[in-house]
């Protein structure tokens, strides 16, 4: 018979309901400690947490990880229905919702903007928050860095080594991976070449205009009551001292974990000290926290 320990570790790929009938790819794990609810940054998948659920099942608590809405296994919008940021918190509101106990939110970057905009919208959606290097206000130059790397292949690649080495040249600090092990962040095209798994429409419809809607995302901050920790990281050109300031000063009960070798990816740069950053967090919340909500929330409206 398997341990208690193992089964915590299996995980298990479903799909999931999203917002205006929006399919979402996921895998989730089993547990008896507090759910924690992963949601990854601009151009991920949920492997983006891979390594890092893992190690939390294998603490004991429940996990559910998803791909964002045209990243993925999940579906993409319609060719006549654009991206807009309302779409993602809405998707979040709904998977959260949709859990029987609020669950600990850990996002990266755009997951966080987004868990920052759910959470304002329905206080109490989750008992606590975990935002991986992002704050409302972030560094233009880490942005452009970021859309040029996604932007620079609008045809795709040649190969998965082709694809490999644009990587190792965007992540020079990262052990250079193999093109075979890429196989999931890419799709195949008729032609033989190689696309990325995000709809290339995300970056002209969401991001390239993000910055626009820092008043509003830095407002949210405002409202969020739960608690909330802040991991960022040292060698981060998307989040800096200055910006991190203004986010606690925004919300002065948060707490912050400053992680000085890691870059804007923290949990893939040093998942160990990224997860043993989550879990101190976590052994020292209140017991309140993973109490259930009141009232049940579906999303059934959105």
């Given at each position: 018979?398997a341990?208690?320990?193992?089964?915590s570790?299996?995980?298990?790929?479903?799909?999931?309901?999203?917002?205006?009938?929006?399919?979402?790819?996921?895998?989730?794990?089993?547990?008896?400690?507090?759910?924690?609810?992963?949601?990854?940054?601009?151009?991920?998948?949920?492997?983006?947490?891979?390594?890092a659920?893992?190690?939390?099942?294998?603490?004991?608590?429940?996990?559910?990880r998803?791909?964002a809405?045209g990243?993925?296994?999940?579906?993409?919008?319609?060719?006549?229905?654009?991206?807009?940021?309302?779409?993602?918190t809405?998707?979040?509101?709904?998977?959260?919702g949709?859990l029987?106990t609020?669950?600990?939110?850990?996002a990266a970057?755009?997951?966080?903007?987004?868990?920052?905009?759910?959470e304002a919208?329905?206080p109490?959606?989750?008992?606590?928050?975990?935002?991986?290097?992002?704050?409302?206000?972030?560094?233009?130059?880490?942005v452009?860095?970021i859309?040029?790397?996604?932007?620079?292949?609008?045809?795709?690649f040649?190969?998965?080594?082709?694809?490999?080495?644009?990587?190792?040249?965007?992540?020079p600090?990262r052990?250079?991976?193999?093109?075979?092990s890429l196989?999931?962040?890419?799709?195949?095209?008729?032609?033989?070449r190689?696309?990325w798994?995000?709809?290339?429409?995300?970056?002209?419809?969401?991001a390239?205009?993000?910055?626009q809607?820092?008043?509003?995302?830095?407002a949210?901050?405002?409202?969020?009551?739960?608690?909330l920790?802040l991991?960022?990281?040292?060698?981060?050109?998307?989040?800096?001292?200055?910006t991190?300031?203004?986010?606690?000063?925004?919300?002065?009960?948060a707490?912050?974990?400053?992680?000085?070798?890691a870059?804007?990816?923290?949990?893939?740069d040093?998942?160990?000290?990224?997860t043993?950053a989550?879990?101190n967090?976590?052994?020292?919340?209140?017991?309140a926290?993973?109490?259930?909500?009141?009232e049940h929330?579906?999303g059934?409206?959105?």
């Amino acid at each position: 018979m398997a341990n208690s320990s193992s089964l915590s570790r299996t995980s298990e790929d479903i799909v999931l309901h999203g917002a205006h009938g929006i399919a979402l790819g996921a895998s989730r794990t089993t547990g008896r400690r507090p759910p924690i609810l992963f949601a990854h940054g601009f151009g991920q998948t949920r492997g983006a947490w891979a390594a890092a659920a893992e190690t939390l099942a294998t603490a004991g608590h429940a996990t559910l990880r998803y791909d964002a809405r045209g990243h993925g296994d999940s579906d993409w919008n319609p060719a006549d229905t654009p991206y807009h940021g309302d779409q993602f918190t809405d998707d979040l509101i709904v998977v959260a919702g949709e859990l029987p106990t609020p669950p600990v939110l850990v996002a990266a970057s755009m997951g966080g903007l987004f868990g920052l905009m759910a959470e304002a919208r329905w206080p109490g959606l989750f008992s606590a928050m975990v935002l991986v290097d992002i704050t409302p206000r972030w560094e233009t130059g880490g942005v452009e860095r970021i859309l040029a790397f996604m932007s620079a292949h609008p045809h795709g690649f040649a190969s998965l080594e082709a694809a490999a080495d644009s990587i190792a040249a965007y992540m020079p600090h990262r052990p250079r991976k193999s093109g075979d092990s890429l196989r999931a962040l890419l799709r195949p095209t008729q032609d033989g070449r190689w696309n990325w798994h995000w709809d290339p429409r995300l970056v002209d419809e969401l991001a390239r205009d993000s910055e626009q809607h820092q008043d509003a995302i830095a407002a949210a901050a405002r409202k969020v009551r739960c608690p909330l920790l802040l991991i960022s990281g040292g060698r981060s050109d998307l989040v800096s001292p200055q910006t991190v300031e203004e986010f606690m000063a925004l919300v002065p009960h948060a707490q912050h974990v400053h992680l000085p070798d890691a870059t804007h990816m923290v949990a893939g740069d040093d998942n160990n000290a990224f997860t043993a950053a989550v879990l101190n967090y976590l052994d020292a919340l209140p017991s309140a926290a993973a109490s259930a909500r009141t009232e049940h929330v579906t999303g059934a409206s959105l």
